[in-house]
């Protein structure tokens, strides 16, 4: 290799934005706020609370708007996780019943206890969305 090959005829790609179409005004300036460890952890919980990352939810705060592709997270509750949590551990403990039974007598479960699994399992699925903020 001669000197000054190196790096010739390589380009640097731009990142893909993965489907998404380029901002009509892209955000370029970045700001940096020295902050505390409890100020940290309490605008981290409050961003949360509202759904938003923190720089949607401080943009918020200063401009009144998140902005138009502005990272959304629904809020999570914790209290109704642990309580889906709870069901799943209760339909997993059925349908392994019902395996143990079916592997010792050869007998399929009556279309009752599969209709009470189902309705269990739509119950879950339900209040799994409600935790995850996707009501429909």
Partial sequence: MTNGAVGQGRRRQAASRRGRK???DPKTSFISVRCTAQER???DASATKAGLSIGAYLRVLALGSAGPRAVRRPPI???ELARILGHLGK???NLNQ???AFNQSGRTPALSELVTMREQVMELRDALMKALGRDY
């Fill in 22 to 24: 380029a901002a009509e």
């Fill in 41 to 43: 952890t309490a605008i």
């Fill in 77 to 79: 509750e914790r209290k």
């Fill in 91 to 93: 339909v997993g403990s």
């Fill in 98 to 100: 019902l395996a143990h």
